[in-house]
C-alpha cells in the first residue's frame, strides 16, 4: 500500500499507471501529510456521517475521510485515476468512487443512493477551474448537506469568507452568506501540492444554514441585483444598478427609500440591505 504523501512512491506509482498530471483538470495533489488529517478532522468526518468528496486524486485524502466516516462517495472526472483508485484504496470497503463530472451529475440522487438517512458533509481539495461554479452548485441545489469543508486557492477563500460591507467582498461573498455560514480554518501552502502550484491555498468551511439570514420575496432578483451592482463595483449604486435594467431615477429612489446613500459602492452593502432592495421590485 503506497504512501500517498511520499514523492517518491507517488511517482513510481503514477509511473506504473502512465499517468500524467493534467493542468486543465486541477491536478495538484496533496503531500504534506498533516493537511489531509486535518480536513477530514475540520469536515466533522465520524461514524455518524457520510462523507462526499469531489475528485479524489489518487485518493489522500479520502483515505483519510474513510478512516473516520461511516462512508465516503468519491466523485473523480479523471478516468485514468480509477486503476490508481481502485489500487490505493482496496483496504477501505467504505468507500465508493463514482466515475462523472461534479458539475453534471445529479447530486440529489447520488446522495441519496450513497447516504440515505444519513448526515452528509461534503470535503474535497476542490480542483480550482470550477471553485466558485461547484460551491453554488452545492448551495443553490439546497442538497440534504449539513455542511461544506474545502481546500481552495486562498484568495478564493478570502473573497468566499469576507465581511459584507468590505473591500474583499464580491458578488459570490454574498451569495454564498444567503446559503451558510462561512469560516476561513487555515492556510496551506504552495509547497504542499505536488505539481506545486503559484499560489498558496486556504481550507475554509461553509455551515449550511436551515433558513436564509433575511427575507427575501423572490431570490432571482436579489441575485440580479447583486450580480448588476458588482458587475460594475468601481461604478456608485445609482449606475451599476441600470445594468439590473433599471432607470438611473428609479435605482436613486430605491437606494434612497432604503436608506442607503446613491454613491455608495456595491462593496459596501450588507445581504440585508440588498434583500431590501430587491423587495422593492418585487
Ligand atoms: N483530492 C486529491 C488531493 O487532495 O490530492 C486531488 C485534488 S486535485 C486538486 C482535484 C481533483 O479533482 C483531480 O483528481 C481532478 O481529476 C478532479 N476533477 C477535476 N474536475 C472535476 C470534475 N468536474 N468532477 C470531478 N472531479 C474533478
Known sequence: MPNLTNISEIRTLLHRHGFRFSKALGQNFLINPSVCPRMAEA?????NIGVLEIGPGIGVLTRELALRAAHVASIEIDNRLLPVLKETLSDFPNIHIIHGDAMEINLRDLIHNEFKE???SVCANLPYYITSPLIMRLLESRLPIDSITVMVQKEAAVRLCAIPGTREC????LAVRY???PRMLFSV?????MPAPNVDSAVIRLDIR???PCEVKNEKTLFHLIKAAFGQRRKTLSNSLMGAGLLKEQATAMLVAVGISPQARAEELTLEQFAALANLID
Open 43 to 47: 469536515c466533522g468526518a465520524d461514524q
Open 118 to 120: 444519513q448526515k452528509v
Open 170 to 173: 464580491g458578488a459570490v461573498t
Open 179 to 181: 446559503y451558510a455560514q
Open 189 to 193: 501552502s504552495r509547497g504542499s501540492f
Open 210 to 212: 436551515s433558513a436564509p
